[in-house]
């Protein structure tokens, strides 16, 4: 009956643990494969719309013009989908090993009563310490989910303001318009004023004129070269 045990309870941990490696790997396989598609999907868009503008009977700035903003929107999710890939396949891992390690030692003979107990405390307290830090985290998961901004963009995050530097999923990496370089923890975000509009901006510009100059005459120039500034 020693001799039974002393090879099985091995036997039985040696197949946990190879199960979980096997079971990591096909999840993380169906990850990369969602996001290689998600990634492929996207590059085909840019292909088809890349193409579309080609062919459109624009000028020559114009249609690099598109073209570019094509790439930057390809570009843009293809980065999202992979930090969000990156995310699940480090967070689906963590969860698959300890639940393999939870049944080895149960395999093994440990109470896991205590054990599990104990570990909840810890966890109460350390998510209690930080708890700012979780904040950030799933703040930076839902700010990627929703495409809320992107490196790149110009945005006002209330304490700070300018050009997107880098989209963590703790930090907002931000860079002012005199230089400085800002990192918001995503947490502190209560709310975000995007100015690059995606796609989308407005300005305001005074023109002045002379005293004896034709107001509906001004009028109607200003509206024609903002009509081929819009067409260009």
Request: with cysteine; aromatic share 6%; charged share 25%.
């Given at each position: 009956?020693?001799?039974?045990?002393?090879?099985?309870?091995?036997?039985?941990v040696v197949l946990i643990l190879l199960v979980a490696v096997v079971v990591n790997r096909l999840l993380k396989g169906t990850i990369d494969g969602v996001v290689n598609r998600l990634v492929e999907s996207r590059s085909e868009n840019e292909s088809a719309a890349e193409s579309g503008?080609?062919?459109?009977?624009?000028?020559?700035?114009?249609?690099?013009?598109?073209?570019?903003?094509?790439?930057?929107?390809?570009?843009?999710?293809?980065?999202?989908?992979?930090?969000?890939?990156?995310?699940?396949?480090?967070?689906?891992?963590?969860?698959?090993?300890?639940?393999?390690?939870?049944?080895?030692?149960?395999?093994?003979?440990?109470?896991?009563?205590?054990?599990?107990?104990?570990?909840?405390?810890?966890?109460?307290?350390?998510?209690?310490?930080?708890?700012?830090?979780?904040?950030?985290?799933?703040?930076?998961?839902?700010?990627?989910?929703?495409?809320?901004?992107?490196?790149?963009?110009?945005?006002?995050?209330?304490?700070?303001?300018?050009?997107?530097?880098?989209?963590?999923?703790?930090?907002?990496?931000?860079?002012?318009?005199?230089?400085?370089?800002?990192?918001?923890?995503?947490?502190?975000?209560?709310?975000?004023?995007?100015?690059?509009?995606?796609?989308?901006?407005?300005?305001?510009?005074?023109?002045?004129?002379?005293?004896?100059?034709?107001?509906?005459?001004?009028?109607?120039?200003?509206?024609?070269?903002?009509?081929?500034?819009?067409?260009?």
């Amino acid at each position: 009956e020693i001799i039974g045990w002393s090879v099985e309870r091995p036997l039985k941990v040696v197949l946990i643990l190879l199960v979980a490696v096997v079971v990591n790997r096909l999840l993380k396989g169906t990850i990369d494969g969602v996001v290689n598609r998600l990634v492929e999907s996207r590059s085909e868009n840019e292909s088809a719309a890349e193409s579309g503008a080609l062919v459109a009977r624009v000028g020559r700035r114009v249609r690099r013009a598109r073209l570019t903003r094509i790439h930057e929107r390809a570009e843009r999710s293809r980065q999202r989908a992979r930090t969000l890939g990156g995310l699940f396949r480090t967070t689906t891992s963590g969860a698959v090993y300890v639940l393999a390690v939870l049944l080895a030692l149960g395999e093994i003979g440990f109470d896991l009563g205590p054990l599990i107990a104990g570990a909840g405390i810890v966890g109460f307290a350390i998510g209690f310490g930080a708890q700012s830090m979780v904040s950030d985290f799933i703040a930076g998961i839902f700010i990627l989910v929703e495409d809320q901004y992107a490196e790149g963009d110009y945005v006002d995050l209330g304490d700070a303001s300018g050009t997107v530097l880098s989209v963590n999923l703790r930090t907002t990496v931000l860079r002012d318009i005199a230089g400085a370089v800002w990192v918001v923890p995503n947490g502190e975000i209560r709310r975000v004023c995007n100015s690059s509009g995606l796609g989308f901006g407005k300005t305001v510009l005074d023109v002045d004129v002379a005293y004896d100059t034709d107001l509906d005459l001004a009028a109607s120039v200003i509206k024609e070269v903002a009509d081929e500034l819009w067409r260009e």
